[in-house]
């Protein structure tokens, strides 16, 4: 069962406009969550991350926010650049496990069109 | 740089035939794991390992082995490779909840 779900498998937006790409979870135990931005042929970078005692954090254009209560966090990128164009993972992890391991959500491909 | 450093980048092997993926990273992070790729399902992990001489099995630990005898490296083993084994496979190193990626291998295993 998938506890990490991104539903929305692309997303397309103009150069300049907002990205936003969306994750839902269902494990209430998840106290950390962190976005993965991932080229062709390079592994998974990171972006930004945020803990559940916040609601929103904020990396010049990227913040995520963070609604513990619908268990839902999203991806804002603004404005948008063609060198955007990647997949997007969201991960999360629960406090427990000693600070490794990551449950990743099914990615979303997200085009920056010029 | 700080970086984790996987190879073979490409392998293609034939089911059966055994095969090693090395893993280095030179952060001294104790946490390594392992992570395979597949479409739809994101990234779920293989094996991980807290410390030298410590792994324990991830979500999908089926038909691979780990070791760690030293910090810096974590090898992935599979002794007999199926091709439900093809796959993109990443190893990470952790510092405090944040996973740094290698750049990855892909294995086809026909």
């Known amino acids: 069962d998938q506890q990490v779900k991104q539903n929305s498998p692309s997303l397309s937006v103009q150069e300049g406009r907002i990205s936003i790409l969306n994750c839902d979870y269902t494990?209430?135990?998840?106290?950390?969550f962190l976005w993965y931005k991932k080229y062709p042929a390079e592994g998974p970078t990171f972006l930004i991350s945020?803990?559940?005692?916040?609601d929103k954090n904020e990396d010049g254009r990227f913040t995520v926010f963070l609604n513990k209560s619908a268990k839902h966090l999203s991806l804002h990128i603004v404005p948008s650049q063609p060198g955007d164009s990647a997949v997007y993972f969201c991960?999360?992890?629960?406090?427990?496990?000693?600070?490794?391991?990551?449950?990743f959500g099914q990615g979303t491909e997200l085009s920056v069109k010029p | 740089e700080a970086q984790v450093t996987q190879n073979p980048r490409y392998l293609i092997t034939v089911t059966g035939k055994k095969l090693t993926v090395t893993c280095s990273q030179n952060?001294?992070?104790?946490?390594m794991s392992w992570y395979r790729q597949d479409p739809g399902l994101g990234l779920r992990q293989i094996y991980y390992?807290?410390?030298?001489?410590?792994?324990d099995k991830g979500d999908v630990p089926e038909g691979y082995k780990v070791s760690r005898k030293e910090k810096r490296n974590f090898p992935l083993i599979l002794e007999s490779p199926s091709p439900n084994q093809t796959s993109l496979y990443f190893c990470?190193?952790?510092?405090?909840?944040?996973?740094?990626f290698g750049q990855g291998t892909r294995l086809t295993v026909v």
């Open positions: 991960a999360a992890s629960e406090g427990n496990n000693q600070g490794g391991k990551l449950i």
């Open positions: 990470a190193s952790s510092s405090w909840r944040v996973a740094f």
């Open positions: 945020i803990s559940s005692i916040k």
């Open positions: 390992s807290m410390n030298v001489e410590v792994t």
């Open positions: 952060m001294n992070h104790e946490y």
């Open positions: 494990n209430s135990m998840f106290d950390y």
